[in-house]
């Protein structure tokens, strides 16, 4: 296999990696480093797998700059396990959290959370088809909220946060919980603002089957007694992450894609260039012939949802990608059109291949 068979892959996830990493996987995959065995085939109690473990734990720590005063946990459960995890974790004595909701994925937590504890809308943007992330201001958070929870980055309307909320401007000891599951580790993250951060990995960090959460020391406390083990916080930060097995080769390929961060210049350096990516397809988006219906402020940096002027042009606008080996531009089933999904392994060749399609494609239906 070479670079050349590979297709620019567009999927919002399961999601394209970075070529160098996958690589690495396949020359180690047979004899990690003289063990002898793979990662896969590896006891995760063993000192090979604990060194990697820790090893990832610490470059995630230094790639996001974590503070002294949270843990890293790596659970199982994906972003649908964290909607029901974190009020399991967050709601001993209180029975209340608050929900702003920006879209489909936001819905679905808060649908999840209903069945743990009463949840409250803090701020939706519903009234303009969730095209937007409500201001801070207009936030109704209780009081005695457990926390209020966020998904930063809309994976499937395409609308991200511009700037962090501010736990300053909530009430006092009112944690804020984001789910980063589709921009984690694409730009800089003031983690301090936040009680709980979580992602799935699938999308910015490596194989499905491992979830990152970054709690804050003073919250794992507020775990219900019935929180299953392997889901509690406190349980999981205690015991390293190995309460029971962790997805292992999932955290050893995590690893690997930590360590090709720090060689883009970390999250300073992929920033700049998710940046360049974003503007590059969003110019080409706003040249007449396609559509993009988010705020400009809000538009995502990760995904990128857009339509053409008539969806009876979708097949063949799809045949004619697929043909130059640009894959997975569909768009997701409940909003139609087209996706563009170009997380921090997607080069800006990548990006520049499917603008240059863009553009034939508008000149010869425009
Ligand atoms: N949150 C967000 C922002 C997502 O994009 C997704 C998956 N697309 C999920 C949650 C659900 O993740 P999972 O399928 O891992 O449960």
């Not at 085939?41 to 734990?57: P, T």
């Not at 800089?188 to 990152?212: E, M, S």
Request: proline share 5%.
């Amino acid at each position: 296999m070479t670079a050349s068979h590979r297709v620019w892959n567009f999927s919002a996830g399961p999601a394209a990696l970075p070529l160098s990493v996958l690589e690495r996987v396949r020359a180690e995959l047979t004899d990690w480093r003289g063990s002898g065995m793979s990662v896969m085939e590896m006891s995760h109690r063993g000192n090979d797998f604990m060194a990697i473990q820790a090893k990832a734990m610490g470059d995630l720590r230094r790639l996001l700059a974590v503070p002294d005063h949270y843990r890293i946990v790596f659970l199982q459960g994906g972003g649908i396990g964290e909607a029901a995890i974190v009020p399991l974790n967050l709601t001993a004595g209180r029975r209340h959290a608050d929900y702003v909701n920006t879209g489909h994925w936001s819905t679905r937590a808060i649908d999840e959370a209903r069945r743990f504890c009463e949840v409250g809308i803090a701020a939706s943007a519903e009234d303009r088809g969730f095209t937007y992330v409500p201001a801070q201001a207009t936030w109704r958070v209780a009081r005695d909220a457990a926390y209020v929870h966020v998904c930063t980055n809309e994976t499937l309307g395409g609308v991200e946060y511009a700037a962090w909320p501010d736990p300053a401007a909530l009430p006092a000891d009112v944690p804020i919980v984001a789910d980063m599951s589709s921009h984690m580790l694409s730009r800089a993250v003031d983690v301090a603002r936040f009680g709980v951060i979580y992602a799935g990995a699938q999308k910015n960090i490596g194989p499905a089957g491992l979830t990152l959460v970054i709690v804050r020391d003073d919250l794992l406390d507020r775990a219900r007694d019935d929180c299953p083990s392997v889901f509690s916080y406190a349980k999981q930060a205690a015991a390293d992450s190995m309460l029971n097995t962790p997805p292992t080769f999932a955290i050893y390929v995590a690893g690997l894609v930590f360590e090709w961060l720090e060689a883009q210049g970390g999250i300073a350096g992929i920033e700049r260039a998710n940046i360049a990516k974003a503007s590059l397809l969003y110019a080409t988006i706003d040249c007449g012939f396609y559509r993009n219906d988010v705020a400009p402020a809000n538009r995502s940096r990760m995904n990128v949802p857009f339509f053409l002027p008539d969806s009876r042009l979708d097949d063949d606008f799809l045949a004619g990608a697929k043909a130059r080996g640009l894959v997975q531009l569909k768009g997701h089933r409940v909003a139609g059109g087209m996706r563009a999904s170009i997380y921090n392994a997607m080069p800006l060749a990548g990006v520049q291949a499917l603008v240059d399609y863009l553009n034939q494609f508008a000149r010869e239906h425009g």
